[in-house]
């Protein structure tokens, strides 16, 4: 019976040594939610060497994000290869994102698509995507535009606004599948209904045959109330485009209400997140005149900003504008855009 006593207290003794890493682990957990970062760090370190996987993905990320330690890249990267080998899927997605950006680690794409591929074949769904995205890119891995579909495709039907936006993209293009933008439409859709702003801009770019600015003549669209409810919403998030779009609509006045002042705010409001088609129609607003006071200071200024992000109509304009106005002048419109840019930290 001496023997059997023995292997009872042992196997005891090993299951009391099984439980404190876990323990440990959620203990670190709790103190990292209530902001105890210091108390997070001692148990998550203590479970993290004893070989708890999730424990090693938790002290990986408070090393990755500052919380409670010092920001160690490198060290998270051990944490997180060693978690990511237990089949730990969370740390299998964020190795992948580490080997992708070189940090804590030499980049090494090739290497980055085998851990999203791990972890997306476990349903990790933000491994999902980078994984489509390294195909579509052909970053790693040869570019594979059906491979890139594979993988957006159960992750958009997860509700990833990402992968429903590059779906959407691809099949708006005819990349991977036949040009479908119907099919384009129902990705942009769900996008929007989940408040993505650049799915609502993208789908009333569709509704509207890709011009709800109006500049082109034609009549008001059977789409016009849902594209421009869609353009709203986006503006009302900031999202530049639809800014610059449904103030142009209410310039021009064919999609939406002819409203020329609203329309020039938002317009400025897309210029002051320096969108370059923003900027270069406040160079022709201040050009022409009517809208805005005509003025060639400003309408410099506007396009000079627009051709430093390459706008080749930019560029003509201003050069045509700036003979006329003098090298003194030009040299103050200069002055301007500089002043413009600073003000706005650009």
Known sequence: MF?????????????????????????????????????????????AKAGDAQAQ????????????????????????RQAADKDLPDAQYQLGQLEEDGQGTDKNPTDAAEWYRKAATHGNVPAMFALGELYRLGEGIPKDYGQALRWYSPAADKNDV???????KMVQ?????????????VWFRKAAQLGNPEGNYRLALLLLGGDPSGELAHSPSHNSVEAMDCLRSAAAQGFAPAQFYLGMAQVNGIEATLDPAAGVLLIEQAADQNYVEALYQL??????????????LRAYMFYDLAAAQGDLRASYERDQLGRQMGS??????KRRAADWKDARGL
């Open 3 to 47: 023997p059997s006593r023995l292997t009872a207290a042992s196997l005891i003794s090993l299951l009391l040594l099984s439980a404190v890493p876990a323990q440990a682990e959620t203990a670190g957990a709790q103190a990292m939610a209530r902001g105890d970062y210091a108390r997070a760090i001692k148990e998550l370190t203590v479970a």
């Open 328 to 333: 003194g002048l030009v040299q103050q419109a």
């Open 283 to 296: 160079g022709r607003l201040h050009t022409i005149g009517g809208v805005l006071p005509q003025d060639p």
């Open 57 to 80: 993905y938790d002290l990986a990320m408070a090393l990755l994000e500052g919380r409670g330690v010092g920001t160690d890249p490198g060290q998270a990267y051990k944490w997180l």
């Open 173 to 185: 293009e005819g990349l991977g599948k036949p040009k479908n933008l119907s099919e384009a439409a």
């Open 162 to 168: 990402d992968s429903q936006l590059a779906l959407g």
